[in-house]
Each structure stands twice: as structure tokens, then as C-alpha cells.
């Protein structure tokens, strides 16, 4: 196992859309059936945080800038990619600054064809009906984290 100080860490953003209801936004993945995740992505060079963010929601699901409103950003959310497995050969893990925004617009302005096709569909649950099983081992610790410093959830 490496050591976490001997890794690497992308930067990266997720985003966590919420509706006026109080419903977040989860996607499947379009190659793992029932994996279900919050809209995520690298930070480009000469980006900062926010911009990534509105970019990746474009490319991935097709949501624009307008339909968003950042309510929350909470950052060092870090994981280790699992057995060791590097992304671009250099990167063993991602950190992650998560935002949290009220999303205004309705169901028919997400395009999961927007870019590249990442998603095969999305739903809308409580954050307390968030599952761990959806996402892999090395992303649970993250998501719990997540859920409990956003909603107040704590999911075993």
C-alpha cells in the first residue's frame, strides 16, 4: 500500500444539485449498472474551482451556469484511487472540493449527451435514501463525510 503522503491528488470538484424540495441529483454511471454518483471532475490547469465546476456540469449532464446557485463549498475531501491504479500515470488519488447548489431549472434541461456520455440516466432522493453501495469501497469514507457535513446524514 503507499503511504497518502506519497500520492498524488488531482484536483477535482463534485457538485451536489438540490432542488426546492430538498431532493439531490445522483446519476448512474453508464458503464457500472446501480452506481450511483454525484457529477464530479478534474480541475483543469489555469482553472480555479468554481469554473471547473460549471464546466464539468455542462460536459456531463448539460446543465447551464443560469440553473445553478452555489449555496455550500467545503473543501479537502481526499481519496486514494483503489489498488494503487493511477489516472493519467501520475495521479493516485483526487481532492475534492464539494459544492452544493440549489438547481433552478426542471428535469428537461439535463442533456447526459451533453459531451461525452458518462451517465445512463438520473434520479432525484432525499439525502437520507443515499446508498454506500452504490459507489466504490475507496469513495465511501468521502461520501459519508460528505452527506453528514452537508445534510446532517449519517449512512452506515
Known amino acids: 500500500m503507499i503511504p497518502a503522503e506519497a500520492i498524488v491528488y488531482r484536483p477535482n470538484v463534485a457538485a451536489i444539485l438540490q432542488r426546492e424540495d430538498g431532493c439531490i441529483f445522483v446519476a448512474e454511471r453508464i458503464n457500472i449498472k446501480n452506481a450511483w454518483q454525484f457529477p464530479q471532475g478534474g480541475i483543469d490547469e ?6 471547473a465546476l460549471f464546466r464539468e456540469l455542462e ?26 491504479r493511477l489516472k493519467y500515470g501520475f495521479y493516485g488519488g483526487q481532492e475534492q472540493a464539494y459544492f452544493l447548489c440549489r438547481f433552478t431549472g ?5 442533456n447526459l449527451d451533453a459531451t461525452h456520455r458518462e451517465f445512463a440516466t438520473f434520479k432525484w432522493i432525499k439525502p437520507s435514501e443515499f446508498q454506500m453501495d452504490w459507489v ?5 469514507r468521502v461520501y459519508r463525510q460528505v452527506l453528514q457535513d452537508f445534510f446532517g446524514v449519517e449512512l452506515a
Open 59 to 84: 460536459e456531463e449532464i448539460g446543465v447551464k451556469r443560469e440553473q445553478l446557485q452555489i449555496l455550500q463549498r467545503r473543501d479537502g475531501y481526499r481519496y486514494a484511487f483503489a489498488k494503487g
Open 46 to 51: 489555469g482553472e480555479d474551482a468554481e469554473t
Open 106 to 110: 426542471t428535469d428537461a434541461d439535463f
Open 136 to 140: 466504490p469501497k475507496f469513495k465511501r
